[in-house]
């Protein structure tokens, strides 16, 4: 059984880069896409981008070019970072499995397992 | 932007249908996710492709979306589905997520 384990810091300055590792236990990194979803407190669920192993990206206009996923796949982790946070990224981040139907168009892909998500806060 | 409406609430008695509406332009054209979410929860998938149920959800969940509105069915609403649900849809290659509704099972 897959599952998906959040890590990193918890707490980030203003301006600087957030950095978060998703670890995949139980299956291999390269079988599917993967997604970071972040929530705000209170707030709906906001997503930021995927990747896949063979080093296919697309990611939010919400976070415009501040964004950068990235894979290892020898680690079996995907990564996020965002540069130049604000008060505005202060969120639950969740990574996700996103299941790709082959041969279907993206509008059939669906997000199927979910981390236990990680809280951001940026504070100075 | 693409936008995904739901009502922020509902309230229904147990046993009772529940019925959560996510409304957008041509909705219907493309498939929809039904995410429930708990209190303190990560969200879990209920439906996808429109009406499909992963393993383990209740047969009580159902979908379906047509023209403008994708549909999400809880018949014989349990206290256990109190919760918030999150419609998702693609708009080409973006991941939209509609704002939520909080179910009230009372």
């Known amino acids: 059984q897959v599952e998906l384990q959040e890590s990193g810091p918890g707490l980030v300055k203003p301006s600087e880069t957030l950095s978060l590792t998703c670890s995949v236990a139980g299956g291999s990194i390269t079988s599917s896409y993967w997604s970071w979803i972040r929530q705000s407190p209170g707030k709906g669920l906001e997503w930021i981008g995927y990747i896949y192993h063979r080093g296919s990206t697309k990611y939010s206009p919400s976070v415009g070019g501040r964004g950068t996923l990235s894979l290892d796949a020898s680690k079996n982790q995907f990564s996020l970072r965002l540069s130049s946070v604000t008060a505005a990224d202060a969120a639950i981040y969740y990574c996700v499995r996103l299941r790709n139907i082959l041969g279907a168009t993206l509008s059939h892909w669906y997000f199927d397992l979910w981390g236990r998500g990680t809280l951001v806060t940026v504070s100075s | ?106």
């Open chain 2, 1 to 106: 932007s693409y936008d995904l409406s739901q009502p922020p609430s509902l309230s229904v008695s147990p046993g009772q249908t529940a019925t959560i509406r996510c409304t957008g332009d041509h909705l219907g054209d493309n498939f929809a996710s039904w995410f429930q979410q708990r209190p303190g929860q990560s969200p879990v998938l209920v439906i996808y492709e429109d009406k499909k149920r992963p393993a383990g959800i209740p047969e009580r969940f159902s979908g379906s979306n047509s023209g403008n509105t994708a549909t999400l069915t809880i018949s014989g609403t349990q206290a256990m589905d109190e919760a918030d649900y999150y419609c998702q849809a693609w708009d080409t290659t973006i991941a939209v997520f509609g704002g939520g509704t909080k179910l009230t099972v009372l």
